[in-house]
């Protein structure tokens, strides 16, 4: 990419997208597209087939998608099936009929399966079952890296695949049940704290580990990829280090200046034992993680008070 390539971050305003777009800022890429879904309804093939033959985008970053978390990917199958489908092979397709230079589609290490050996290798995907409360979610991703391997195989299209693990930081969503669990437990001891309350309960036993990146690192990754890597297939992107839920909220509560109990309520389910990313791949291309979990807690944290403010 030249820092005057005209290029499209589908779903800027995100938590994924806007940190790719202020790193290509901060990078000096100048003639950067950019469309709110008010502006631009992407689950609409004539819209997107419009704008793309209007702009002509020579790369595309798309990290666009239907997401929420446990609660809303159990309820809203059909919806986060069907609006993750649309949105991505219009994109796709698109790119295509347009002559877009590269595409980078991002996915979620959801599509791996449920009980895939650790840490999850990119050769695991489509070797077992699906976790069935996000599987709607999983299949349209799996269709999606799916569909880019098809267009290159058939077309020679240029378009790559990258898998992240849990993501979170700036513009992350707080919402005390539509949130993962690392934004939740930022928002619980926040509350605890404000309302004098002298215990915060925790699901489970407090033993299962999560690997957690910083999505401003994830796009770092997303614009070293797209500039070094062109490959049929995935990668995946993370840190290749986890931590337990109980050391993780220990990390929250210290960083939220909570001076309260945590009570783990072992009488709820704890979950995926374990669910780390096999992330030598993208080492051996050079890339590594650049913010360590204590300090993007941190990040993450001031920018969940900003919104507070601004909110409240």
Sequence with gaps: ????????????????????????????????????????????????????????PEYVFLAAAKVGGIVANNTYRADFLYDNLQIQNNIIHSSFENHVKK????????????????????????????????????IAKIAGLKLCDAYRDQYNCNYISAMPTNLYGINDNYHPTN????????????????????????????????????????????????????????????????????????????????EGEIKFDTSKPDGTPRKLMDVSKLHGKGWRHTVELEEGIKLAYQDFLSKELIEG
């Design 103 to 138: 595409l980078l589609f991002l996915g979620s290490s959801c599509i791996y399966p449920k009980m895939a050996p650790q840490p999850i290798r990119e050769e695991y995907l489509l070797t077992g079952s699906l976790e069935p409360t996000n599987e709607p979610y999983a």
């Design 179 to 258: 949130s993962h669990v690392l934004p939740a437990l930022i928002r619980r001891f926040y509350e605890a704290k404000i309302n004098n309350i002298h215990t915060v309960e925790i699901w489970g036993t407090g033993t299962p580990k999560r690997e957690f990146l910083f999505a401003d690192d994830l796009a770092n990754a997303c614009v070293f990829l797209m500039e070094n890597y062109n490959e049929k297939g995935l990668i995946n992107i993370g840190t290749g280090e986890d931590i337990s839920i109980k050391d993780l909220a220990l990390l929250i509560k210290k960083t939220v200046g909570y």
């Design 1 to 56: 990419m030249n820092k005057d390539s005209k290029i499209y971050i589908a779903g800027h305003r995100g938590m994924v997208g806007s940190a790719i777009h202020r790193k290509l800022n901060a990078s000096g890429f100048t003639n950067l597209i950019l469309k709110t879904s008010t502006e631009l309804d992407l689950r609409n093939q004539q819209a997107v087939s419009d704008f793309f033959e209007t702009e002509k």
